[in-house]
């Protein structure tokens, strides 16, 4: 595929616990371009959200390679690839992962501070994200205060405020109403469309997949569909 961001090549993955164990990826190939957004979709217990874990470097693999835009992600130290998903991604869960204790800027400047950005230089750049998902009048709510739909907001700006160049999500509107969901949804469509940043999203909702280019489907730990052309212009 020309101009990958993401590559797998062959990834196998086991979980053991005792003498139990899961054969949990088979083997797994996939290849996602710049500027993509893609859906993966399967029955429970495929291992959509393994895959996920695995291709963004939040969990270990057993066998195989994955690269991101070109660097192979089993070179690199522990250290190394938390530094480079702090800077380079974003990750939207379906839990929301907010600190209750602080505002909706507070969450959102989080990495950028992490990252060592000067505090006034980080809570502008919070404050322009939280106003591009619409949220610049409940920057000082705390999670609490704000409805399922805005919080996922919140956290999509938490995501995108470091500019990412790949944006993870798992199930990011499982929490939501359908009518929140679909305002999620057609945000995180706009901001790839506008900012050309590659989102991959864990899904089982039929509504997440037709908004996306591809989809990428999974059975028994193996893709079984990566169709290569686009769904959606």
């Known amino acids: 595929?020309?101009?990958a961001i993401i590559t797998a090549e062959g990834v196998q993955k086991w979980f053991r616990t005792g003498k139990i164990e899961v054969h949990a990826l088979r083997g797994v190939?996939?290849?996602?371009?710049?500027?993509?957004?893609v859906a993966?979709?399967?029955?429970s217990g495929c291992g959509k959200t393994t895959l996920l874990n695995?291709?963004?470097?939040?969990?270990?693999?057993d066998q195989g390679e994955v690269y991101i835009d070109g660097t192979r992600l089993r070179t690199m130290s522990d250290k190394k690839r938390t530094l480079y998903r702090a800077q380079r991604m974003?990750?939207?869960?379906?839990?929301y992962n907010l600190l209750p204790v602080i505002s909706a800027v507070e969450n959102v400047e989080l990495p950028l501070l992490v990252g060592g950005t000067r505090p006034s230089a980080a809570r502008k750049r919070a404050l322009e994200v939280l106003d591009q998902v619409g949220l610049a009048d409940r920057?000082?709510?705390?999670?609490?205060?704000?409805?399922?739909?805005?919080?996922?907001?919140?956290?999509?700006?938490r995501a995108l405020v470091n500019n990412p160049a790949i944006v993870w999500a798992d199930e990011p509107t499982g929490a939501l109403d359908s009518k929140a969901a679909e305002d999620v949804l057609s945000l995180?469509?706009?901001?790839?469309?506008?900012h050309g940043q590659t989102f991959v999203i864990v899904t089982h909702d039929p509504g997440i997949a037709a908004l996306c280019?591809?989809?990428?489907?999974?059975?028994?730990?193996?893709?079984?569909?990566?169709?290569?052309?686009?769904m959606v212009a």
């Open 1 to 3: 595929m020309e101009q």
């Open 213 to 230: 280019d591809r989809i990428i489907h999974m059975k028994d730990g193996q893709v079984v569909a990566q169709p290569a052309e686009t």
């Open 54 to 61: 695995c291709l963004s470097g939040l969990d270990d693999f």
């Open 139 to 157: 920057a000082d709510h705390r999670p609490a205060e704000l409805s399922g739909g805005q919080r996922q907001r919140v956290t999509i700006a």
């Open 29 to 37: 190939d996939v290849a996602v371009r710049f500027g993509e957004m």
């Open 40 to 43: 993966i979709m399967g029955p």
């Open 90 to 95: 974003g990750f939207i869960f379906q839990t």
């Open 188 to 194: 995180m469509r706009v901001l790839n469309q506008e």
